[in-house]
C-alpha cells in the first residue's frame, strides 16, 4: 500500500504550565494523501493550530508531544532531530501565518526574506534566488515585482504582505502547505482575492493544503475534506458535503445552525449552542461536549464516545448514533 | 420618515485627523466625510465596511468622544452639535436654501454632554481591552450608576449592578471576580452591562461580536436582539461581517473609503443592491454551503483600498470599480433615493448589471 502523506495516530499533546496540565490534544488521528486538501475548523483554543504546529515540530514550550505518532512523508517528526526538521521546514512542509502583519521582519526588504528561504534549501546562487523571488512574486499576482522585492513589509497592505507570505512559502514548491487562518486578519474583498489564488495556485503546483479556519464558509469553498475539532479531539470528520448536508455531530450541527444565514428572506432567530467553551485545564469527564449539549445523555457525561463510521469517508464521535441500540437494549440509561 | 420617530440623526458629518505636517503642508486623514443618516426609536441601523472606511469613527463622533471636525449631530429633536458651517436639511432630506438659493446654515452648538451620555452608550470590539483589569465585575458596572448618581444607596447600587448582570445571563457571585477570570463571551456581557447600567435609549455596538467564536456570538447576537425588544432600545451596530449585520439590523448603511455609498432595508440591500461595491461586497463573502459556494461566480475587486490620507478626485472607489470613467473622476456622486426608502451614491447606476 502506498504511504500517506501525512499520518497522524492517537497524537496526545499537553502544555505543562504551573497551573497544570493543559490537555489541548486528546487522541487526533487522521491521514492525507497527496493532493488533497483538509479543513480544520473549531473554536479558538479546540486545537487546530496546535495539531498543524506539531506537524511541524514547532511546538512551543511548555508543550509536550505525550504520545501517538506524527509520519509526514514516512518520517515520524518527533524522531527527527532539529537539524533534520529544518530541512523539512520550509521545503516540504511550510506554514502560512494569520497574522500577515506580525510574520514578516520589519527590518529586511520582501526581496531579502524570500530568497533567503531559497539559499536556505537550495543550492541556487544569489543571482538565481533573485529571478526566482521575481517569479514567486509573479505567481501570487503582485505587480511590479522587481520594485517591491526592495521594499520593506510596511510599505504594503495587509493582503499584499499575505501574498508575500505565500510566496516564501511556494519558495521550495512544498509538498504540504499549512494555512493557519490565512485570511481571518484580512478584510473580505481582499479575503476572496486571497482564496482565489490559493486555488489557483493548488491547481497550478498540486500540492495538498490544509487550512486551519474558524470560518465555515471559508473551508465551504475550499476544502474536499473537513475535520471538526472540540477540546481536543476531532469530533468529526467527513467530506465537505457530508458535514454540510449530513452532519452527525451535535457540534457541527450547533456550528452550522448558529451562522446567520445572508439569502434568507425573512427574519429569524439564530440558534446558538448554548454555555461556554470547555476549560482545558479540568475538562468535563465524558465527551467534552457534554455540557453544552442539548441532547445530551447519561453515559455522554461518563464516557467519551466511540468512533462511528457513518460512511467509509465519514465519522463521527457521539454516543447518539447508539442512541437505539441502548434503548432497546436499555443498558447505557 | 417622519420627524417625530427620529432618536438621533446626523448631517453632513465630517471627522478629519491631523496626520503631520505644518501650516500649509497639514495633512489630514480623511476619515469620515460628509455623511448624513437618522436612525429612528427602536430601530437597528447596521453599518458595513471594510477597515478603515471610518465605520468605527461615525459611531465615535455620532457620541462625541471626537469632535466633529464639521457636520450636526441631532439627539432627540435636540442639536447636540453644530459647526456652524454646514447647510440645515429640509424635512425631505435636501439642504435649506434661502430666497437668493444661498444655504441657510446652522447656528453653532456644542452642548454639555453629561445628560447626554446616560442616554448614549457604547459596546466596544475588544472585550479584552475595555475591561479595567484592576477593577472587579461590579465595580465596571457601578461606574455609571456612580457617575450618574442614580442609586440612593449602596443596597440599591448593589441589587442595582446583580440585575443588571443578571440581564446578561451573568449572576450575582460573578460580581466580585475580576475581567481575566472571564472568557471573551462572558467578557463581552459585562461590557453590555455596563452600557446598560446608565439606562440608555441609544446604544453604539462597535463591533461587539467579531471577537467571538461563531458559537458565542449567535449567544450575543440574541441577546442584544432580547434586550431591544424589552428595553425598546435603538442600535447603531457596526460590524464588518455583513451577514451578522444583516441578522440584526433593520436598515443596513455600506461605507466605503468614509463616504456612505448605499443604504437601504437590509432585506432590499442584500437582494437588490445597487452600488458596484456593495455586489462585489455581498459576493465576497464565503458561503457555508459547498454547492453555492461552488457554483457561486465571485466578482473578485482587483486591488487594495486606498489611503483615506489621500483619497482618489471623485468618487473614492473609481480606483477599484469597473464602471468608472471621466465623469467618476471629476464628480463625487451625491446620495439618490433608487426605491423608497432606498439610497445610492454612483454616477452610473443604470449601467451597473453583474
Known amino acids: 500500500m502506498k504511504e500517506k502523506l501525512l499520518d497522524i495516530r492517537d497524537e496526545y499533546l ?179 482575492q486571497i482564496l482565489e489564488l490559493m486555488k489557483e495556485l493548488r491547481s497550478k ?11 465555515l464558509g471559508v473551508v465551504a469553498s475550499m476544502c474536499e475534506k473537513i475535520a471538526v475539532m472540540y477540546a481536543g479531539h476531532i469530533v468529526e470528520y467527513g467530506t465537505a458535503d457530508e458535514i454540510f448536508y449530513e452532519p452527525g455531530h451535535e457540534y457541527t450541527k450547533g456550528l452550522i445552525k448558529s451562522i446567520p444565514k445572508l439569502n434568507s428572506s425573512e427574519p429569524e432567530r439564530l440558534v446558538p449552542i448554548e454555555g461556554q467553551p470547555v476549560d482545558l485545564l479540568n475538562p468535563p469527564k465524558g465527551c467534552p461536549f457534554a455540557p453544552r449539549c442539548g441532547s445530551c445523555m447519561k453515559i455522554c457525561l461518563r464516557e467519551m464516545p466511540e468512533k462511528t463510521e457513518l460512511s467509509e469517508t465519514h465519522y463521527s464521535y457521539c454516543w447518539l448514533h447508539r442512541k437505539a441500540e441502548f434503548e432497546k437494549g436499555g443498558g447505557a440509561e | ?218 449567544q450575543v447576537v440574541n441577546m442584544f436582539e432580547d434586550l431591544q425588544q424589552e428595553m425598546g432600545l435603538t442600535y447603531l451596530f457596526i460590524a464588518h461581517d455583513l451577514s451578522v449585520v444583516k441578522h440584526i439590523s433593520n436598515r443596513i448603511g455600506v461605507m466605503y473609503l468614509g463616504k456612505m455609498v448605499e443604504l437601504a432595508d437590509s432585506f432590499e440591500l442584500i437582494a437588490h443592491s445597487v452600488h458596484p461595491y456593495t455586489k462585489s461586497l455581498i459576493s465576497a463573502i464565503p458561503v457555508a454551503d459547498p454547492n453555492t459556494a461552488r457554483a457561486a461566480k465571485r466578482i473578485t475587486l482587483q486591488g487594495d483600498v486606498p489611503s483615506p490620507l489621500n483619497p482618489p478626485s471623485g468618487c473614492r472607489f473609481r480606483t477599484r470599480c469597473p464602471y468608472a470613467d471621466e465623469i467618476c473622476a471629476g464628480e463625487c456622486p451625491q446620495m439618490k433615493e433608487v426605491s423608497a426608502g432606498h439610497w445610492a451614491a454612483c454616477h452610473h447606476l443604470d449601467k451597473v448589471d453583474y
Open chain 2, 1 to 218: 420618515m417622519n420627524g417625530q420617530d427620529i432618536l438621533v440623526e446626523v448631517q453632513h458629518l465630517q471627522q478629519y485627523f491631523p496626520a503631520g505636517g505644518h501650516g500649509k503642508n497639514k495633512r489630514f486623514v480623511k476619515a469620515v466625510d460628509d455623511v448624513s443618516f437618522a436612525i429612528k426609536k427602536g430601530e437597528t441601523l447596521g453599518l458595513v465596511g471594510e477597515s478603515g472606511c471610518g465605520k468605527t469613527t461615525v459611531g465615535r463622533t455620532m457620541l462625541r468622544l471626537y469632535e466633529p471636525t464639521d457636520g450636526r449631530i441631532i439627539y432627540d429633536g435636540k442639536i447636540i452639535f453644530d459647526s456652524g458651517k454646514c447647510p440645515l436639511k429640509n424635512d425631505d432630506g435636501s439642504d435649506m436654501t434661502d430666497g437668493n438659493g444661498k444655504p441657510v446654515l446652522g447656528k453653532k452648538t456644542a452642548v454639555d454632554m453629561l445628560p447626554y451620555r446616560r442616554r448614549m452608550q457604547i459596546v466596544f470590539q475588544d472585550p479584552y481591552a475595555s475591561l479595567d483589569p484592576r477593577m472587579t465585575i461590579g465595580d465596571i458596572v457601578g461606574e455609571a450608576i456612580d457617575i450618574h448618581r442614580s442609586a440612593g444607596s449602596k443596597k440599591e447600587r448593589r441589587d442595582r449592578i446583580i440585575s443588571l448582570l443578571e440581564c446578561v445571563g451573568l449572576n450575582s457571585e460573578h460580581a466580585n471576580r475580576y475581567p481575566h477570570e472571564f472568557s471573551g463571551g462572558q467578557r463581552q456581557r459585562v461590557g453590555i452591562a455596563r452600557a446598560l447600567a446608565a439606562d440608555p435609549q441609544f446604544i453604539v455596538c462597535d463591533e461587539p461580536v467579531s471577537a467571538l467564536d461563531v458559537s458565542i456570538q449567535a
Open chain 1, 14 to 192: 499537553s502544555f505543562f504550565t504551573p497551573a497544570g496540565e493543559i490537555k489541548a490534544l486528546n487522541g487526533v488521528s487522521f491521514s492525507m494523501d497527496e493532493g488533497e486538501v483538509l479543513g480544520i475548523v473549531g473554536e479558538s483554543g479546540s486545537g487546530k493550530s496546535v495539531t498543524a504546529y506539531s506537524i511541524m515540530g514547532l511546538t512551543a514550550y511548555p508543550g509536550r508531544l505525550v504520545s501517538g505518532s506524527i509520519r509526514f512523508n514516512g518520517h515520524e517528526v518527533e524522531k527527527m532531530s532539529e537539524k533534520e526538521l529544518r530541512k523539512m521546514r520550509g521545503n516540504e512542509v511550510s506554514i502560512i501565518f494569520q497574522d500577515p502583519m506580525t510574520s514578516l521582519n520589519p527590518v529586511y526588504t520582501i526581496g531579502n526574506q524570500i530568497e533567503e528561504v531559497i539559499l536556505l534549501h537550495t543550492d541556487k546562487t544569489r543571482e538565481e534566488a533573485k529571478k526566482r523571488a521575481k517569479e514567486l512574486l509573479e505567481l501570487v499576482g503582485i505587480n511590479e515585482p522587481e520594485r517591491r522585492l526592495k521594499q520593506y513589509p510596511h510599505e504594503l497592505s495587509g493582503g499584499m504582505r499575505q501574498r508575500v507570505m505565500i510566496s516564501i512559502a511556494l519558495a521550495c514548491e512544498p509538498k504540504l502547505l499549512i494555512a493557519d487562518e490565512p485570511t481571518t486578519a484580512l478584510d473580505v474583498t481582499i479575503q476572496a
Open chain 1, 205 to 215: 503546483l498540486d500540492m495538498s493544503i490544509i487550512m486551519i479556519t474558524h470560518d
